[in-house]
C-alpha cells in the first residue's frame, strides 16, 4: 500500500496536536502550583492580617487609660469583662506569655512574678516609688509583647 500526501498530512496534523496536547497539559500542570501557591499566600496573608488586627485591639485597651488601669489592677475581671481571653485564644498559644500570665491574678501581681527578666532593676528604685514603677514597667511589657508579635507579623 502506497502513502499518499493525504497521510503524511494527516501525520503531521497528529504529531502537531499531540505536541500541542502536552504542551497543554504541562501549561495546566504549572498553572496548578501557581494557583496552589497563591492561595497558601492568600490565606497566610489573612490569618495575618486577623491576627494583627487582634493584636491592635489588645494595644488599644494597654493606651486606655481607664482599661489599663482595670488590666492592670483587676486582671482577671478584665480578662473577661475586655474580652482579653477571647482575643488571646485566637492568637497562637506560644505568643503573648506575659499577657497570659497576668490573666491568672485578680490583682496586680509583683513583676518579678509575671515578668522576672524585666524585674533585675527594681531593686535600685526607692521602695515608696516601687509600686507605681511596677504599674508602668508591666504596661510597656504588655505593650511592648504586642509591639514585637506585629513586627513577626509585618516583616
Same mark, same amino acid.
Given at each position: 500500500m502506497?502513502?499518499d500526501w493525504f497521510?503524511w498530512?494527516? !501525520?503531521?496534523?497528529?504529531? &502537531?496536536?499531540?505536541? @500541542?496536547g502536552?504542551?497543554? /497539559? =504541562?501549561?495546566?500542570?504549572? #498553572?496548578?502550583?501557581?494557583?496552589?501557591n497563591?492561595?497558601?499566600?492568600?490565606?497566610n496573608?489573612?490569618?495575618?492580617s486577623f491576627e494583627?488586627q487582634?493584636?491592635?485591639e !489588645?494595644?488599644a485597651?494597654? &493606651?486606655d487609660d481607664? @482599661?489599663r488601669?482595670?488590666? /492592670? =489592677?483587676e486582671p482577671?475581671? #478584665?480578662f473577661g469583662r475586655?474580652g482579653v481571653?477571647?482575643?488571646l485564644?485566637?492568637?497562637?498559644?506560644?505568643?503573648l506569655?506575659?499577657w497570659?500570665?497576668?490573666?491568672r491574678?485578680s490583682?496586680?501581681p509583683?513583676?518579678?512574678?509575671?515578668?522576672?527578666?524585666?524585674a533585675?532593676?527594681?531593686w535600685?528604685i526607692?521602695v515608696?516609688?516601687?509600686?507605681?514603677?511596677?504599674?508602668?514597667?508591666i504596661?510597656?511589657?504588655?505593650?511592648?509583647e504586642?509591639?514585637?508579635?506585629?513586627?513577626?507579623?509585618v516583616?
Open positions: 502506497e502513502r497521510d498530512t494527516s !501525520l503531521i496534523f497528529n504529531i &502537531l496536536a499531540t505536541a @500541542a502536552l504542551f497543554g /497539559l =504541562f501549561l495546566a500542570i504549572r #498553572a496548578y502550583k501557581i494557583g496552589v497563591a492561595y497558601q499566600v492568600a490565606k496573608q489573612g490569618r495575618n494583627t487582634r493584636l491592635r !489588645l494595644l485597651l494597654t &493606651l481607664e @482599661a488601669d482595670e488590666l /492592670l =489592677f482577671n475581671m #478584665a475586655l481571653r477571647a482575643r485564644a485566637m492568637l497562637p498559644k506560644a505568643e506569655p506575659i497570659r500570665e497576668l490573666g491574678f490583682e496586680l509583683a513583676v518579678q512574678e509575671i515578668a522576672p527578666q524585666y533585675k532593676d527594681l535600685e526607692p515608696h516609688r516601687r509600686r507605681d514603677y511596677e504599674e508602668s514597667l504596661a510597656n511589657c504588655l505593650r511592648k504586642i509591639y514585637d508579635a506585629i513586627r513577626v507579623r516583616e
